[in-house]
């Protein structure tokens, strides 16, 4: 397993941007697929974006457009850059890694919140 650290997460207004950042402890090179997830209180954890080895990007409907995962293979960090913030965005969000194809996303980091304010 990866262990995985999020940071990034802030208060921030409608409308504004943030950058979350998920450092690994070690290279995410051979990783099949990384993701962010992020759950809201009293609501269930839901995907909000992930990016495969081949770069492959996939968004949920509630963020496309908006939002954008990226990976740097050098820093071992994987990205999501937040734009257009709404107060439905509020939410611990989660960084996870599925390491191949036949695996669940096995490792999960501890989390960052975001707050998106009127």
């Known amino acids: 397993q990866v262990q995985l650290v999020e940071s990034g997460g802030d208060l921030v207004q409608a409308g504004g941007s943030l950058r979350l950042t998920c450092a690994a402890s070690r290279s995410i090179f051979s990783i099949f697929k990384m993701a962010w997830f992020r759950q809201a209180p009293g609501k269930q954890r839901e995907l909000v974006a992930t990016i495969t080895s081949g770069g492959s990007t996939n968004y949920a409907d509630a963020v496309k457009g908006r939002f954008t995962i990226s990976r740097d293979y050098a820093k071992n960090t994987v990205y999501l850059e937040m734009n257009s913030l709404k107060l439905e965005d509020t939410a611990v969000y989660y960084c996870?890694?599925?390491?191949?194809?036949?695996?669940?996303?096995?490792?999960w980091g501890q989390g960052t919140q975001v707050t998106v304010s009127s």
């Open positions: 996870a890694a599925k390491e191949s194809t036949i695996n669940p996303f096995g490792s």
